[in-house]
């Protein structure tokens, strides 16, 4: 976890290019699909137009060439979660509640999915929230390294092109993505823990 954490996402994206894509070709690097396969027009998400078209060879076109990136980026996201996690549940093995369950004779697995993942999970909820800023940032290089259109590369050739509005309105963006989701994190602790819903 610790190698993990210390690679950031757009080495990762490198690191995979070059093995997964140069030395080893398994999957495409480069932009959304194939130039062979017609852009679809309907919500601008490449996944879901395609099947709104019906077009699994373009869909699974799509979803090779999404695989890379979204790896690159779960690899430099993902161990500082884990960390976490693992911390809470060390933590969360030592309460009484767990102690009782394994003397009822329940299965450690049993034990941590039905009794500490829950309370494990509060630490690591506020973790992801606040994460996903550093997703966003990781994206815009990520874009940049797969030729990716997005945000990210719109938001690069902005800043390139001085095009200050473009940039205030992408930042906006950003800021309302982040906001939602830290709301749905939120909210999530009331499904998670009961006894906040009076809070």
């Known amino acids: ?11 990762w994206g490198i690191f995979l290019m070059l093995l997964l894509g140069v030395m080893w070709p398994v999957l495409p690097f480069s932009d959304r699909f194939g130039a062979d396969i017609a852009p679809p027009r309907v919500t601008g998400f490449a996944l879901i137009d395609f099947l709104l078209r019906g077009d699994l060879h373009a869909w699974g076109n799509a979803f090779e060439h999404l695989v890379l990136p ?4 779960a690899l430099g996201f993902a161990p500082l979660i884990i960390r976490v996690l693992r911390a809470s549940l060390l933590e969360a ?5 767990a102690m009782v369950a394994r003397l009822r004779g329940q299965s450690d697995t049993r034990i941590v999915l039905r009794h500490m993942l829950k309370n494990a999970a509060l630490p690591t909820l506020t973790l992801i929230g606040v994460q996903f800023g550093f997703l966003f940032g990781g994206t815009l290089l990520i874009e940049m390294i797969f030729s990716f259109p997005g945000l990210g590369n719109l938001m690069v050739q902005a800043v390139r092109n001085h095009d200050l509005p473009l940039i205030q309105g992408i930042a906006l963006v950003f800021c309302v993505i982040i906001l939602v989701i830290n709301t749905c994190v939120d909210c999530l602790y009331a499904v998670v823990n009961p006894r906040l819903r009076d809070a």
């Open 1 to 11: 976890m610790v190698l993990l954490i210390s690679v950031p996402s757009f080495l």
């Open 70 to 73: 979204a790896l690159s980026l």
């Open 93 to 97: 093995s030592g309460e009484q509640y």
